[in-house]
């Protein structure tokens, strides 16, 4: 059974950097494209973007924060990076496996990240 | 404001069924599968519907999905007060090249 495992700082201050990790332990790295999902309190799900084993990547073309997703193979791991948050990156962050390109069917059980001065 | 068009709210009591609809456009509804996704408040989203119609194992059969040209409506019969969360639907849109998402449905059993 795969499952995800997510960790990272959970309270920034506007103008740093959010960094986040999600462990895949169990069934294929190399198989998937890894996404990231936020949701902002009081809001709806947003796709962040993706990314292979191989670092082929792919982002939300309406999200205004400078995002990077990074992958460690060797690690079965996937991190994400946005720089210079703002209280607009305030969310609860999911890892995701996608399902045969249709959804998402494994999600990590989410980090909660606060930006506040 | 989301992609997908869903109704903030709806409600039914228990033991009732209920329709939540998703509303999109050709290029991401029209043209590729959707997905229906449960997420009770702390935790992560469940996976309810994929290919528009199917269910994962696992998710009871009192959960169904139906699409129609641009639009998409999960069914729950027989619901149940732990049917209670929100719910979203999503899809892949080819002209923005990315996954979207409905701005969710709160679902209250009365």
């Known amino acids: 059974q795969v499952q995800l495992q997510q960790w990272g700082t959970g309270l920034l201050k506007p103008s740093e950097t959010l960094s986040l990790t999600c462990a895949v332990y169990?069934?294929?790295?190399?198989?998937?494209?890894w996404s990231w999902v936020r949701q902002p309190p009081g809001k709806g799900l947003e796709w962040i973007g993706e990314?292979?084993?191989?670092?082929?990547?792919n982002y939300n073309p309406s999200l205004k924060s400078p995002v990077t997703i990074s992958v460690d193979t060797s690690k079965k791991q996937v991190s994400l990076r946005i720089q210079s948050v703002a209280a607009a990156d305030t969310a609860v962050y999911y890892c995701?496996?996608?399902?045969?390109?249709?959804?998402?069917?494994?999600w990590g059980q989410g980090t909660k990240v606060t930006v506040s001065s | 404001q989301s992609v997908l068009t869903q109704p903030p709210s709806v409600s039914a009591a228990p033991g009732q069924k209920v329709a939540i609809s998703c509303s999109g456009s050709s290029s991401n509804i029209g043209s590729n599968y959707v997905s229906w996704y449960q997420v009770v408040p702390g935790t992560a989203p469940k996976f309810l519907i994929y290919d528009n119609t199917e269910r994962p194992s696992g998710i009871p059969d009192r959960f169904s999905g139906s699409k129609s040209g641009t639009s998409a409506t999960l069914g729950i019969t027989g619901l149940q007060t732990g049917d209670e969360a929100n719910y979203y639907c999503a899809t892949w849109d080819s002209r923005l090249s990315a996954w979207v998402f409905g701005g969710g449905t709160k679902l209250t059993v009365l």
């Open positions: 169990g069934g294929s790295f190399n198989d998937y494209y």
């Open positions: 990314i292979s084993h191989s670092g082929r990547t």
């Open positions: 995701a496996r996608p399902f045969r390109n249709n959804g998402f069917d494994v």
